[in-house]
């Protein structure tokens, strides 16, 4: 069973970027039709999907957040990573890595981290 981990800083000053990164067990970054994607939620609101990567390297990102978003991969670790740019106290959340399948016939997550709390202050 794949199992997803986060992990980087929970405190993080304003102005200054995110990073955090989800180590992947039981299963490739690399395996076809899989894309991993990071998704948060603020708190008192619902999940906001960030962006995410796919199996082959393809970046995809929410228009919302692109200009501050980047996610890249190591295959080597099995992990792939975030990092925020110029974050605000509007950045505070619970930030989620999780997996999704996609194909001509199935979308659906399969596997998630159990999160980890960043907080954006000074």
């Known amino acids: 069973q794949v199992q997803l981990q986060e992990s980087g800083p929970g405190l993080v000053k304003p102005s200054q970027t995110l990073s955090l990164i989800c180590t992947v067990s039981g299963g490739s970054i690399t395996t076809t039709n899989y894309y991993w994607m990071w998704i948060r939620q603020p708190p008192g609101k619902g999940l906001e999907w960030m962006g995410g990567?796919?199996?082959?390297?393809?970046?995809y990102y929410s228009p919302s957040l692109n200009s501050r978003t980047s996610i890249s991969r190591d295959t080597s670790k099995n992990q792939f990573s975030l990092q925020l740019t110029s974050v605000t106290p509007e950045d505070t959340a619970v930030y989620y890595c999780?997996?999704?399948?996609?194909?001509?016939?199935?979308?659906?997550?399969?596997?998630w981290g159990q999160g980890t709390q960043v907080t954006v202050s000074s």
């Open positions: 999780a997996s999704l399948y996609y194909s001509d016939y199935v979308s659906d997550f399969r596997s």
């Open positions: 990567i796919a199996y082959e390297g393809s970046n």
